[in-house]
């Protein structure tokens, strides 16, 4: 079903803010890939400041708090990834600002440190790119900002060895924890599947309920109820998502292709079922109306608990025209509970598998994996040399500020030079005239670099203690 106009290019933007999926792409498209040089750099969960991601709001809630006490699967989030690399990043950092404000001048003292060769504060042996990335960083956390987390960072590279991994790898990582949770939990509830039996785990994209099936009934009710525990479905529904072969430029299988065109309809129905609780499928819908079960219209009710949340600060601000745009249409043309949409994976021999794909998670669909994972670990390995010849290079060339240094030096002797020839005369005797043009310019000079304050309305009025030396009475 779609919905057409500016209602649903808004609701879209919506739908995307609501399951994830943009702050991850955000993260996705930022990320520096080991296949491409680039500074890009790469922003964590928590460094993401005024975005509107609903599901981030809710799931602070103590209602999800307390399922997630019975969730076993790993959060599948690619923005969880960041989570080893922020702990480093923030420990150093922080540890480092500490130092730096025993300084008079922090921000001073952070430029020196990387850019001042004179300094005996400069540090040696970091590339033009990684003192740029450690000098922003720490003027960052100095404004009481949390530091970016970039794979160049020298902190990244000397704990972890090479640069932040794919999000490809991080699947795999979920994939492998998810097996181990499955497998834990049949053998905790005695649940054997047959030698040679498909299990088939389909996520519904409402509740998030798995379902299983390809084994008898009672076995797969009995699979239902011990997999269906916290958060877990939400979690296998989220990363089946994520292993959609199309993200890494392969053949998208049917289901996905369904699951887009479905994600309006499951956006709008979790929207209002996390503002009432109410399942907007089993609700009477008469007269261009959907009543609650006490007789309220559902989106009075929306919006009331919506404007709630809003002034709590519990939920950012939505787009609730457009959103109700949306919510027309269903409101129109009905429900259609459509039961069997969902993303399904398969599990054989112990082991969980990519359904209509070569370029999957499990056994023998993973020689793409561990081509990526290869041209991952030499992409850092030619880093590394690369470094060291960018080090040779820049050791041997003046700096930036070394060239400014030199010009600004050359300057003030030729300054010095045609104010001491315009002055003086061969015998040394001072002419009557000197050149007014070049003292001129050394005077302006000496003003831009802070060595002269000149005499100004401000500075004769600035408050001070008044004395008199000699006959004058004077400021001190």
Known sequence: MSVSGIGSSVVKEYAALYNNQAVASRHKAEEVKASAKTDSVVKTRQREEAVPVYTERTSQSGNLAQQDRATTFPIPSIIAKYE???????EHYAKVNEENKKFDNPSKHIWDKYYNTKSPYYVK??????REICAESEKRVLNGLPAAVNSYDPIIQKTFGGGIMHDEEWNDEVRNGINDSINQLFEENGIVIPEGADLQLRVDPYEYKIHASG????LARQIEEVLNRGNNG??????????????NGFEQPKQYLYDTAYQEKAVMWHFVN??????????????????????????????ERYNEKLANGEIDALPMSALHENYQ???????????ERGLTIGYKDGGLYDIDTEHGYGPNQREWLEDTKVRHDQYWNNYRKEREETLRREKATPTAYEKWLDEQMAYTDEVLSELGNSTYGKSGTLLSQPNLKAMQKLLDYAVSNGRVVPL?????????REVTKRGFNVKA
């Open 125 to 130: 042996g970091l590339t033009q790119r990684e």
């Open 215 to 218: 084994v008898d009934e009672a």
């Open 329 to 339: 249409v269903y409101v129109k043309e009905g429900w259609d509970k459509e039961d």
């Open 234 to 247: 939400r979690y296998l529904y989220e990363h089946l998502r994520w292993c959609n072969p199309a993200n």
């Open 274 to 303: 996390d503002m009432t609780g109410l399942d907007m499928r089993e609700l009477e819908n008469r007269d261009g109306v959907i009543y609650t079960p006490d007789g309220r219209n559902l989106w009075d009710v929306v919006t």
């Open 456 to 464: 100004t309305k401000e500075v004769l009025h600035l408050p001070g």
């Open 84 to 90: 080893k690399y922020m702990k480093v990043i923030d």
